[in-house]
């Protein structure tokens, strides 16, 4: 009776199938067919072995898809084996690369890192002939091997953010292992790009996961890692249409944390300007998803302070949108109104040249729904004391479209903008800026003279009861000083009233 209850309990596992069902090497160091893609481990520290499970822990390759690949000796060239053995001898190679080396010290160069280093070369150039079409054991291989030489994690970076965030100022940091990660990437981006790669096969090893941690390398500080990972991405994102979606999420998804949480990321302007390239192949017209993340992740990206790093590509990608719909140009003027700066110049002065660039696509029917809390931030900036704002604003009438958008609505803008010209010509403390203004008065008068002279007459009749206001206040405080100035004479003070004893003993 009780070998019959001990024979129906589940049995332990082994410890190799466990590791295998982890795409980690469970065997020896060397590469087996039998046992799944195994990486040749050329080192014999258990470190070694555990930094690798480290770097490859996201990513799962399963063991049975190696089953009957031949074992081939890696060291071999391409052109000493027959054309059925070269899948063999790539996996082969692909897993002699596996090893991760230590690039810490420049001055030590072993003969493993030389070994690995030709054997990617010869990837490369297998890659780059054309020759071959790859099976799904080589496709595995070829993501295993990237996925331990690629994926890792960076050290927090301790940058202050007192500078307004400008890291154009920073130095930028390179990666010491780059010759050996320029190889990968390279062999990734060609074999992404290989024409005969089967999209429906390979979709189960460049999977989610595989773009996740793609996606967490753009935090790299080394400018020409990012510039190939936007490249890559971009190929996955075209040769994956059942990723699409998930790359547009998962984007949005690290653009929330920045701007909502830590304002830290390396990789927001790459990551906008494959965005840029995506936004332009939208269909129109356009899809709501499409237009949330216009309005939850793009203008939201105009708050933080380190805005300059990536304003280029995010004006880019706000005006591909507007392109594509005219009637978000509303939307998107509110949007940078409700983040316009208030102490930053310089940050004013992007958001001006951006909507410069907005307004030249805006129809008419869209700018008379805004044109009036625009046209009041746009006289403040005239009046600013700093005086490139200052000079910017005004460059706006020098647009043709802009000043199209003024002349038709004039007896609605000139109002909003005449105080700000007489206050600028009177106060204003660059000879630059004053000029500037009399061109702008000048131009109005010649496009609707009696207009002009209707808001000089407001003016000076508002000026008027400012001033006429000023002096009642004025004598209204001197009445109060007055009266408090009077002291009564002494018998006439009332004494004050002492409290009653508490009848109540407390």
């Known amino acids: 009776m009780l070998k019959q209850i001990l024979s129906k309990l589940p049995r ?8 295998d069902s982890a ?8 590469s087996n ?8 481990n050329i080192g014999n520290s258990i470190s070694s072995r555990l930094s690798v499970v480290k770097r490859v822990s996201s990513a799962v390759f399963p063991a049975s898809i190696m089953a009957g690949v031949e074992t081939v000796e890696p060291n071999l060239p391409f052109k000493d084996v027959s054309n059925p053995q070269k899948q063999n001898l790539f996996i082969s190679k692909l897993n002699l690369c596996c090893e991760v080396s230590d690039f810490s010290d420049p001055d030590k160069t072993t003969a493993e890192q030389d070994l690995k280093r030709q054997t990617l070369i010869e990837l490369v150039d297998f890659v780059s002939s054309g020759s071959a079409k790859f099976i799904e054991p080589a496709i595995a291989a070829m993501c295993k091997m990237c996925a331990i030489n690629l994926f890792r994690v960076f050290p927090p ?16 940091m390179f990666d010491p292992a780059w010759s050996n990660l320029q190889l990968v990437y390279d062999l990734l981006l060609r074999f992404i790009s290989y024409s005969s790669l089967d999209a429906k096969l390979a979709k189960k090893y460049v999977d989610h996961s595989f773009i996740l941690r793609l996606l967490d390398l753009f935090e790299s500080e080394d400018p020409r890692e990012k510039d190939c990972l936007k490249t890559i991405l971009h190929r996955i994102y075209g040769k994956f249409m059942v990723h699409r979606p998930f790359v547009r999420k998962a984007v949005s998804n690290i653009i929330y944390h920045f701007v909502f949480e830590t304002e830290r990321h390396n990789g927001i302007a790459e990551l906008l300007e494959i965005f840029g390239s995506i936004i332009s192949g939208f269909a129109t017209p356009l899809k709501e998803e499409h237009k949330m993340f216009l309005w939850r992740a793009l203008i939201p990206l105009h708050k933080p302070k380190s805005v300059g790093v990536y304003h280029q590509q995010l004006a880019y990608c ?11 140009a509303n939307s998107v003027i509110k949007g940078l109104l409700k983040y316009w700066p208030v102490t930053n110049s310089q940050k004013e002065l992007m958001f001006i040249s951006e909507l410069e660039e907005i307004l030249e696509m805006t129809s008419m029917a869209e700018f008379q729904k805004i044109m009036v809390p625009l046209f009041r931030r746009i006289a403040c900036c005239l009046n600013s004391s700093h005086y490139q704002v200052a000079e910017r604003a005004h460059l706006l009438w020098n647009n043709e479209h802009i000043l199209n958008l003024i002349s038709h609505n004039r007896q609605v803008i000139f109002p909003l903008i005449f105080p700000a010209l007489e206050r600028n010509s009177q106060n204003h403390w660059n000879q630059a800026v004053l000029n500037l203004t009399q061109n702008i008065r ?13 808001c000089q007459r407001k003016l000076e009749e508002e000026n008027s009861q400012l001033s006429e206001a000023a002096e009642k206040r004025k004598l209204t405080w001197e009445r109060l000083e007055n009266a408090a100035g009077f002291k ?16 109540v003993a407390c």
């Open 12 to 19: 332990k596992s082994q410890k190799s199938d466990t590791l």
């Open 157 to 172: 970076k301790y940058r202050s953010n007192s500078t307004s965030g400008e890291a154009e100022d920073e130095e930028p």
């Open 33 to 40: 067919s039998g046992n799944g893609v195994q990486c040749t």
């Open 442 to 454: 000048k131009m109005f008068s010649e496009m609707d003279e009696e207009l002009v002279l209707a």
């Open 318 to 328: 706000v005006v591909q949108f507007i392109d594509k719909d005219p009637k978000l």
């Open 23 to 30: 795409g980690i090497d469970s065997g020896n160091h060397t």
């Open 488 to 503: 009564p004479a002494a018998a006439n003070i009332i004494p004050p009233v002492k409290p009653a004893a508490c009848p």
